[in-house]
Nanobody
Framework: QVQLVESGGGLVQAGGSLRLSCAAS????????MGWYRQAPGKQRELVAT???????NYPDSVKGRFTISRDNAKNTVALQMNSLKPEDTAVYYC???????????????WGQGTQVTVSS
């Protein structure tokens, strides 16, 4: 069974930084795109950042210049460095990955369990 496990959420003051990590485990052949999404109370889940297997990144304007996504293909991990945090960044953050899993080369679109990020003003 392939799964994603996140870590690193917490409470931080506005202007502070947090780093989220996500590790994929199980019978994995390869991982295509990886990303982070977030969902605030009463709002839809939204894109925070994505990264391809070759390292190409994408960010919405709301986090561009403040957040940085990175990945370690050898370790099947993805991280999100969040700087200059704002109260509006408060949400549950979810890791996402497109995983080619064994033994039958199934393509799985996986989500982590979510980690809470709270930014106080």
């Amino acid at each position: 069974q392939v799964q994603l496990v996140e870590s690193g959420g917490g409470l931080v003051q506005a202007g502070g930084s947090l780093r989220l990590s996500c590790a994929a485990s199980g019978n994995i052949f390869s991982i295509n795109d990886m990303g982070w999404y977030r969902q605030a109370p009463g709002k839809q889940r939204e894109l925070v950042a994505t990264i391809t297997s070759s390292g190409r990144t994408n960010y919405p304007d709301s986090v561009k210049g403040r957040f940085t996504i990175s990945r370690d293909n050898a370790k099947n991990t993805v991280a999100l460095q969040m700087n200059s945090l704002k109260p509006e960044d408060t949400a549950v953050y979810y890791c996402n990955a497109d995983v080619l899993s064994g033994p039958f080369y199934r393509l799985l679109h996986l989500w982590g369990q979510g980690t809470q990020v709270t930014v106080s003003s």
